[in-house]
């Protein structure tokens, strides 16, 4: 029987909700694919505001489990959109985190144990997501949080 998941991908002051029916190895079933925007103004009101808005998503959908690209260590510096990134990420782990399991993967992680190539040359790859995915239209920058989705059904 399939459950829904959402997968999460976090950057800057966006947020990517990949909605889909996981069943086995059978391709993802997409119920949505949506980008939110992080409101302007006071960032503590804006983090209130969009942790509000993915719980009630997650209980509405009756979602049952949350995967999220966990933060990249850094080469240089950490930046400023950089820190923000961390902090909406936390804003939403916090909001789900008594609602649903979540699993948080790595896009290094997903690289070294899903398959043959890393994480980028499946996100390039239309033909993999032809076979990989059915439903509504998967945006090309929605890859990564549906590869997300693929990785932690993998582990199941």
Known sequence: MADR???VVVSGDKVILVDAEVDGDKPLVLQSDQ?????TGDRSEAYSTISQQIADFVR???IKKVVMKESAVSGGAATKALLQSAELRGAVMGA?????????KSKASISRTFG????????KDSDFWKK???????RIGSREA???MLAARKDK
């Open 146 to 148: 549906a590869m997300i």
């Open 60 to 62: 509405e959908n009756l």
């Open 132 to 138: 990989e995915v059915v439903g509504v239209d998967l």
């Open 96 to 104: 789900l985190g008594g609602i649903v399991p979540i699993d948080c």
């Open 116 to 123: 043959e190539r890393n994480v980028d040359e499946y996100v």
């Open 5 to 7: 998941w959402l997968g």
């Open 35 to 39: 980008t939110w925007s992080l409101q």
